[in-house]
């Protein structure tokens, strides 16, 4: 086992990666920028290092300061966290170069995962069912065309470098396709710059279903089952729930064991996430994501696992210590996070903290580096921390949510408390009758009421 990890982030993930390192007997090494020398992730680590001025860019994705704050501090091995360096494969070869352990999947398995195509290509020969679309890249207009009439539409162009709904245009009709394709290619270029696209049939209605995935790079994998988090905004979550209140335990089972078995295959290590839409009965994969994601507490919470302790274990040669037989779903588990964003508009809204009261209780959970006097600055994502409540079912689950919200206080900035307040009395939040689009619907409808 290591004796001492360095956490390559910052806020409530840093503050996670700490604690299982705490659990583990493990010294922690911290990075900031001088924007964070006051931040709680900084004041709970055994150690610390400046690695840079506020903006991201030039701190905590500043890949040599992180390198030699390891080698000044004797830390084995790093934790990404999620965001930031946690999908960069040139990092992780870079790391490797100096014979720092990553705590995550190999360079190889990010770069697979990170080329949109290629992923697809992956998971479809591993047997994982797949979106309808091009067999790979779209070149030309022309070949659009083709493979769009073939499907019919609507269809969505998506670039080959994106993901999380950077660099997709939809094309609801014939007419749409010239622009979606010259579009996504430009935005594409622009943001990546690689302006290779894909095409895919667009499903108009569907729920984002994520299967979390486990394997322990020694072609052993397990599945934790689902998480629904089809409550979007922009394509930033803000509720997530588990188990997904349509899927029933066979398809769990089955789709569960596809995916698995599709990452043993590969000698996957560590956590993933594979992404389905999630329509009429069926799932379609789209993406895979080889990192620990934001909302992995409500996996954690309905199966009694940490999975950050278990990435620390699998990175350091262990064995994974479960099989699928030990893995059991208890209850039903929700988190909300919440963001310093004025609403209605979700502006982000830095600031002093004045006061700050977490609930508490059974089956409350919240992971947030806030504290009462801290102020959040203005340079990087609004996230200030995540309620996850369980309860023995859904809607036991929806009433301890409202019950711990009440008594959730944050004061000196606007955040998205009275957002969830607002949701829980929504009859369709209620039933778990909501798909990908029912949250910007809502928003739109509550900004004309
Ligand atoms: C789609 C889709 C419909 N059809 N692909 C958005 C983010 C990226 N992960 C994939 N996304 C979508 N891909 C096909 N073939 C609709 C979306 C989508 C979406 C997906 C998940 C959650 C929220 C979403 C909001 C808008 C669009």
């Known amino acids: 086992m290591f004796s001492k990890v360095l956490i390559a982030n910052r806020g409530e993930i840093a503050l996670r990666v700490i604690r299982a390192c705490n659990e583990l007997g493990i010294k922690t090494v911290a990075v900031h920028s001088t924007a964070d020398s006051d931040a709680m992730h900084v004041r709970m680590a055994d150690e610390s290092i400046c690695i840079g001025p506020p903006a991201g860019a030039l701190s905590y994705l500043n890949v040599p300061a992180i390198i030699s704050a390891c080698e000044i501090t004797g830390a084995e ?5 999620y965001g930031f360096l946690s999908e960069n494969a040139n990092f992780v070869q870079v790391l490797e170069d100096h014979d720092i352990k990553f705590i995550g999947p190999t360079a190889e398995h990010i770069r697979i995962m990170g080329d949109k195509i290629t992923a697809k290509e992956t998971m479809r ?46 094309a609801k009709t014939r007419e749409d396709l010239e622009d979606a394709f010259f579009g996504a290619r430009s935005e594409s270029k622009a943001a990546f710059g690689n302006d290779e696209v894909y095409i895919e049939k667009y499903l108009t209605l569907p729920r984002h279903i994520e299967v979390q995935v486990f394997g322990d ?11 629904d988090c089809s409550l979007q905004r922009r394509h930033q979550k803000v509720f997530e729930e588990a188990p997904g209140p349509c899927i029933t335990p066979e398809m769990r089972e089955r789709i ?7 990452v043993a295959n590969i000698n996957y290590a560590g956590a993933g996430t594979i992404e389905f839409l999630y329509e009429n009965d069926e799932f379609f994969f789209i993406e895979m994501n080889t990192r620990l994601q934001v909302e992995h ?33 208890k209850g039903h588990a929700i988190e909300v996070r919440i963001n310093a964003e004025k609403l209605p508009n979700f502006t982000p809204c830095p600031g002093t903290v004045t006061q700050f009261h977490a609930p508490g209780g059974l089956g409350v959970r919240v992971d947030s580096a806030l504290y009462a006097g801290y102020t959040i600055p203005p340079y990087y994502d609004s996230l200030i921390g995540k309620l996850i409540v369980t309860g023995t079912n859904r809607p036991a689950a929806l009433a301890r949510l409202r019950r711990a919200l009440g008594e959730l206080v944050i004061e000196g900035v606007d ?18 009758d909501y798909d990908i689009h029912w949250l910007e619907h809502w928003l739109e409808a509550q900004e004309t009421a």
């Open 77 to 81: 091995a790093v934790h990404p966290g």
């Open 125 to 170: 020969n591993l047997g994982v069912p797949c979106v309808p679309g091009s067999p790979g890249g779209v070149p030309t207009l022309d070949e659009a065309y083709e493979i769009s009439d073939e499907m019919g539409f609507p269809v969505i162009v998506k670039a080959t470098a994106g993901g999380g709904g950077r660099g997709m245009k939809l």
């Open 217 to 227: 790079g020694k072609g052993r994998a397990v599945h934790l089952g689902e998480r």
């Open 256 to 262: 569960g064991k596809t995916c698995a078995d599709a």
């Open 297 to 329: 507490p409500v996996t954690e919470a309905i199966f009694g696992v940490d999975l950050v302790k278990q990435q620390i274990r699998v990175a350091a040669g262990e064995d994974m210590w479960f099989k699928q037989e030990d893995l059991s779903i």
């Open 415 to 432: 955040t998205t408390i009275p957002l969830f307040h607002a949701l829980l009395d929504e009859p369709a939040v209620q039933t778990g």
